[in-house]
């Protein structure tokens, strides 16, 4: 049996950061994945406050980073388009796109540089206990102190220490890698029946091309039929070959939030093995790299993983939970057509929807800094839909306490 201080189970970046942190603190780290770097099929963007934390350690200028120089947005008939600002000239409000094969690798490669080791195989179990923990690969088993599951949607570590995501839990992300065609423009087109949003953002070499739905409302084809239909409609990337995909992205509500074990005694989960995905964008990647902080930062101090619990509830719980409540009415043809005139006519409401793409807006004060744009007709509207959230999210929570 091979003895490490923390044991994680997954190689993406929430398990690639915490490994990172907790080895260059002094810590010996082990981490089991045998499928990291790979491609996954998600948009890739990384927002100016991803791009703040990870910059002092990766080598950004090597990455095949595509600087995102527009946005449309689309609902029905009605379409707005406005740039971004220059990327490099702040961190704040930058966007850029990056291939998840190449990102996830390069954080994986400074994990192991700082002296984290990376076993090349599958977690088969996983087990806790009052002296330790455990994990079992085909080759053998490691003993820790603590376990860290990072394992995203389908997590090990969360079915046996936790409780597996219902489907109603889960969005699937579904669509196709086009090949040999690129742009600077991010694309997103809400859509209806079921409400999500179909995007088009641009890699180096590639469009990743997607829609993203709740999985107990549609299912993987169904989306990938409504995607090919809109490049056809829009006539992109004609005759391009397309590379299908599908993934499980964790979508929790409101409620959800509030009864979330992400923690116990000697083990954490992390990024999507803790359901910590914007439920309104599904952007996961800063909220995997914060977790991963915040638990290694737990584990480092020495601190109980119930701690970090405390944690998630100080300071990224509240966030979520906010995008879940907004969620539920976004997508609707009426709120989304009323953003897009939103838009058109007001550089303010088009500086404050930059600054929620790019990370920078929290929902907590959105509709405070939309009244302040004078659209207030707009606010009101995202107003009503908060309280209405907050309303159905009480009455969620009381029916639950009840049972």
């Known amino acids: 049996m091979r003895q490490s201080d923390v044991l994680i189970v997954g190689g993406g970046p929430a398990g690639a950061w915490a490994a990172f942190q907790l080895a260059r603190a002094g810590g010996r780290v082990t981490i089991f994945d045998a499928s990291h770097p790979r491609e996954k099929p998600c948009g890739g963007g990384l927002t100016g406050r991803v791009l703040r934390m990870v910059g002092p350690v990766l080598p950004l200028d090597r990455l095949p980073l595509v600087p995102v120089t527009s946005l449309r947005f689309e609902s029905g008939s009605a379409f707005s388009e406005f740039p971004m600002p220059a990327f490099g000239a702040t961190a704040e409000t930058a966007l850029a796109i990056v291939d998840r094969r190449t990102f996830d690798a390069a954080l994986l490669e400074a994990a192991c540089r700082a002296g984290a080791v990376h076993v090349r195989e599958r977690a088969r179990e996983v087990r806790v206990g009052p002296a ?3 994990v079992e690969t085909q080759s053998g088993r490691w003993h ?5 599951g990072a394992d995203g949607a389908t997590s090990l570590v969360r079915r ?3 409780a597996a995501f219902t489907r109603n839990q889960l969005s699937i992300a ?6 040999g065609v690129s742009s600077s423009q991010v694309r997103i087109r809400t859509a209806g029946g079921p409400p999500g949003y179909i995007w088009s953002f641009p890699r180096a070499t590639h469009l990743a091309v997607g829609m993203c739905a709740q999985a107990d409302a549609t299912t993987a084809d169904a989306l990938r039929d409504r995607v090919g239909a809109w490049l056809d409609e829009n006539q992109i ?16 509500s409101s409620a959800d939030f509030a009864r979330e074990r992400p923690a116990g005694d000697r083990w954490m989960l992390l990024g999507d093995a803790a359901g910590l ?3 309104l964008t599904r952007e996961g990647i800063y909220f995997a790299l914060a977790s991963a902080q915040l638990g290694a930062d737990t584990i480092a101090r020495g601190a109980s993983c119930h701690r970090y619990v405390d944690r998630l509830h100080e300071q990224i719980y509240p966030e979520l939970s906010r995008a879940a409540d907004v969620k539920l009415r976004f997508f609707t043809s009426g709120f989304s057509e009323l953003m897009i005139r939103g838009f058109d006519r007001s550089a303010a409401v088009r500086e404050v929807m930059i600054d929620l793409v ?3 807006q929290p929902y907590a004060t959105l509709k405070w800094r939309l009244l302040r ?3 207030v007709g707009l606010a009101l509207r995202l107003l009503r839909l908060q309280l209405a959230g907050r309303v159905r999210r009480f009455v969620r929570i009381r029916s639950a306490d009840s049972r």
């Open 144 to 148: 820790g102190d603590v376990l860290a």
């Open 132 to 134: 330790g923990v455990e």
């Open 277 to 279: 995905v914007d439920p």
């Open 237 to 252: 990337a004609q005759g391009a070959l397309r590379e299908p995909y599908s993934w499980p992205i964790p979508s929790l």
């Open 160 to 162: 046996r220490l936790s």
């Open 358 to 360: 790019a990370g920078r």
């Open 174 to 179: 579904a669509g196709c890698f086009v090949h």
């Open 373 to 375: 744009t004078f659209e």
